[in-house]
């Protein structure tokens, strides 16, 4: 039997997060594109005294348990416990996701002498609940300017971060945006509603939104949990708006398609908290894309160029109540307008897709 010829050996590369991998969409496609492009495949996160089993996948899975799940004594023991891992298992290429998972990553680079990459989801220092504390800021913004230059490659979600990375750091940025794949919308559901996914935290216009509703005679659906998820539920009951906004609590990702393709439009709002939420370019836009409805977001950098290039969505510059009742008044009595906005829709899901924008992951990953 002949050996292997080196070139027939399918590098190993592990992909760090700190989340229990249940609901990362963006990470199942990254490791389902590697694992189509023969790589082989481990995806490690951590295991919650509420994680549910996770699902057979193309890929390794991998969850590491800790005694502390918060705080810094958290973040401290999910580290050690990462890289003794990396240590005593079989790895080639790590990619570090997020700031909270770059420093295993450069540490085995010294110890086994792997390649790395950092995949930033965010620009992690310039997150709403890390600038707010400065020192937790600078913290993160030193461990940025540390480790991100040490990474043979690095790659991010927005083309205005990945400049500003360019700009600081004098190096090549990749960009790899978070689209979906393609798919079809089947209508099945006579509600007119309007649908909001993804975290409910601060500054994500949640609490405007539900105000807005006080002036509207229609339903708000709201698909996620969050820090301010409490906040928000006796919001609607100050303002008696049992009736009209429900909430639907953790969707799991093959069940909230079901939530998109029916919403007559999405919402995408952001306070400008941050750089992090300035240059951002949410999942959720694109999402609403393939569902083919047309949504209302922030008129900010990265909606601007992408509406500029196909006009899906209303932009409104401020954050207020006033805005948003208008924005979505005008899709309701407008139904050219909102046809107009839903036909090109229909056009630009051809082309912010994942099975095109993959093509930009696999190319990173083949170069090192």
Known sequence: MNPKKKSDIRKKIVCTVINDLTTDQRMHRICDALVEAEFDVVLIGRKLPSSKILPQRKFQQVRLKCIWNKGFLFYLEYNIRLTLWLIFHKVDIVNAVDLDTIAPAWLLSKIKKVQTVYDAHEWFPYCPEIISRPSVHQFWLKMEQFFLPKMDAVYTVSQSI???????????????????????????????????????????????????????????????????????????????????????????????????????????????????YYYSLANKFF????????????????????????EVAILIKNLKIEDIVEAILKLNQDLDGYNHLKNQCIQAKRQWNWDIEKKNLIDIYERL
Request: hydrophobic residues 40%; glycine residues 6%; negative net charge.
């Open 162 to 276: 990945a400049q500003e990375f360019s700009k600081l750091y004098h190096r090549e940025i990749g960009l790899v945006r978070n689209m979906p794949i393609q798919r079809n919308p089947q209508k099945v559901l006579e509600n007119k509603y309007i649908l909001y996914q993804g975290a409910l935290n601060i500054g994500r216009g949640l609490e405007e939104l539900i105000s807005a509703m006080s002036y509207l005679k229609m339903e708000l659906w709201i698909a996620g949990e969050g820090d301010i998820e409490q906040e928000l539920k006796e919001k609607v009951i100050t303002l008696n708006l049992q009736d009209q906004v429900k909430f639907l609590g953790k969707v799991e990702p093959e069940n909230l398609w079901y939530y998109t393709e029916n919403a007559w439009i999405g919402v995408n709002l952001l306070e400008n908290l941050g750089l992090n």
């Open 287 to 310: 999402d609403y894309v393939q569902a083919e409805i047309p949504q209302i977001t922030m008129d900010f950098p990265e909606y601007q160029k992408m509406n500029l290039e196909c």
